[in-house]
Structure formats: structure tokens, C-alpha cells
């Protein structure tokens, strides 16, 4: 490794490290930070970006911003964008743009509207998979099922199934805790976090461990332990993410930042309420 890309790496590392143990100087949408106090304050109400108490940058969905810098609710259901009351230039997701006075409702988990009563796309979710049927509604897929055509086609799956013949059959009928398995529902080849496999059969790892060989070796703890010189895993101090003791953190959780004179984690309070579109 050369000199100069030696440096940039430890530079690389050291501003991460900076970066994990410092409070963050940005606040959330309807917030801005105040030079004097130093903290996250509220923008006026309807506000997703301001500079102050008293004037807003950019307005909230379903809002438009006035000549005093002040928003002012739409007053058209459904709609995302106006320029003044009553007249809206963009419908929200889910509503199709009938007129400037109105925003109609195109579909349950429908995304972007082809028409007042059929839906173009669908939306996506975390926890529920849809797709575009024939007569244009979004429907679910079949549980376990990542993404689909119909109600009998899956096309890809979920972790902890496997497809066959176009469905998708949970990995659990060979153990519990099993998340990758063969279509014949006779071989574990993979368990889930927690687990360690012994040919067909999930058992469980320590506590607080999220990847070991057997019951007494952890290999790597979940978030919020470290692992001990027994091979188990004990806890790092409070509001801390990763620490190799009992004592420091080498990242602490959202808005908190590692005091080492106190030897804590300790709140940045950079909270504020924002707004809610």
C-alpha cells in the first residue's frame, strides 16, 4: 500500500469514527437548528424547511407558501402541491389528477393512477407484497411471496422460502428457525440469526448471539454486546450500539453521543417536534 493511500485510508477511519461518537449538526424535516441554543427547534406550522421561527423555505405536502412566507393548506383533498387555495398542481400517491379542484382516489395500495378507477403501479411495502391486476386494482401476493403476477404466480420469495412450481413454501416445515431450504421440504441448508444448523436441525446460539458454531462459541454478538472472553456475549453500556467492553462504545444510538469523562452514552437533545404531513 502506497503512503499517500495509507493516509487517506486512516483519515477514511478516523472521520468515521468522528462521525459515529459526534452529535449530528443536522435536524430532521420541520426542524431547523438554532445558532444560539444550539438546538433542533420547530418550523412554523406546514413547514419542511425553515432557517428560522418565523419563515419557511419550503412547504409540506397539501401546502403552498404565501407572499409572508407563511404555508397555507391546499384546501384540495389528496392534493400534494398548489400554487394558492383551491387549485392544486399535483395529486398525492394514490390520487389521480381529475382537475385543479380535484384529486380523486384511484385505488386501495395503488401508487400512480392510469385513470379515476384503474391504477398504473402499485405500491411497495415492507410488509406486504401487490400486484397490478388485469382490471387495473392492486392485489396482495401470497404470504411469503416477494413478488408476484397473480395470486397463484409467484416469482420470487421472501427469506425463509423457497419457490416451487410458482409458490412459495415456508423453509420452516424442515425446522423453525430454518431460512433456506430445498423445494422438497427435506434439507436445511441455512438458520436464521441466533442459530447454528447440525445437518437438518436449528439450534439456538447463546444468549445475545447473533452467529456462533455451537452453544458455547459465539462468533459475532447482536447490536448492543461484545463478545466476551468466554466466547459469549455480555452487554455493552446503555444506549450503545457496538462496544468491545463494558465500559466504552464505539457507537452509541441515534442522537446520543459517548461521554468518556462520564462513560456513558449520553443524549445529544438536538429533539423537536416538526411537522406531520
Same mark, same amino acid.
Given at each position: ?7 487517506? /485510508? ?47 423555505? /419550503? ?16 384546501? /384540495? ?96 416445515? /424442515? ?18 440469526? #441466533? ?12 444468549? #445475545? ?22 466466547? #459469549? ?29 462520564? #462513560? ?14
Amino acid at each position: 500500500m502506497s503512503r499517500n493511500l495509507f493516509y487517506l /485510508v486512516l483519515t477514511s477511519l478516523i472521520f468515521n469514527i468522528l462521525a459515529q461518537n459526534s452529535c449530528s449538526t443536522t435536524c430532521k424535516e420541520g426542524c431547523f437548528m438554532d445558532s444560539e441554543s444550539q438546538q433542533c427547534i420547530s418550523c412554523p406550522a406546514g413547514c419542511l424547511n425553515c432557517s428560522s421561527l418565523d419563515t419557511c423555505n /419550503v412547504c409540506g405536502s397539501g401546502y403552498f407558501l404565501n407572499s409572508k412566507n407563511n404555508c397555507v393548506a391546499c384546501g /384540495v383533498a389528496g392534493c400534494a402541491k398548489c400554487n394558492k387555495q383551491g387549485v392544486c398542481i399535483q395529486c398525492q400517491s394514490g390520487y389521480f389528477f381529475s382537475s385543479s379542484s380535484s384529486c380523486v382516489a384511484c385505488g386501495y395500495n395503488c401508487k400512480t393512477c392510469a385513470s379515476e378507477t384503474t391504477c398504473k403501479t402499485c405500491k411497495t411495502s415492507l410488509y406486504n407484497s401487490y400486484y397490478l391486476s388485469a382490471t387495473g386494482t392492486c392485489e396482495f401476493c401470497p404470504y411469503g411471496c416477494q413478488t408476484c403476477e397473480s395470486t397463484d404466480y409467484c416469482t420470487s420469495c421472501s427469506s425463509g422460502y423457497v419457490l416451487s412450481n410458482f409458490q412459495c413454501l415456508s423453509c420452516s416445515k /424442515v425446522d423453525r428457525d430454518c431460512v433456506s431450504c430445498d423445494k422438497r421440504l427435506t434439507r436445511c441448508f441455512a438458520c436464521g440469526a #441466533g442459530s447454528y444448523r447440525v445437518k437438518n436441525k436449528c439450534f439456538k446460539c447463546s444468549a #445475545g448471539c447473533d452467529k456462533c458454531t455451537d452453544d458455547s462459541t459465539c462468533q459475532k454478538c447482536s447490536q448492543g454486546y461484545f463478545l466476551n472472553s468466554n466466547d #459469549g456475549c455480555s452487554p455493552c453500556i446503555p444506549y450503545c450500539k457496538t462496544c468491545t467492553d463494558s465500559t466504552t462504545c464505539s457507537e452509541c444510538d441515534f442522537d446520543y453521543v459517548f461521554d468518556s469523562n462520564k #462513560g456513558k452514552c449520553v443524549s445529544c437533545d438536538n429533539s423537536c417536534v416538526g411537522n406531520y404531513f
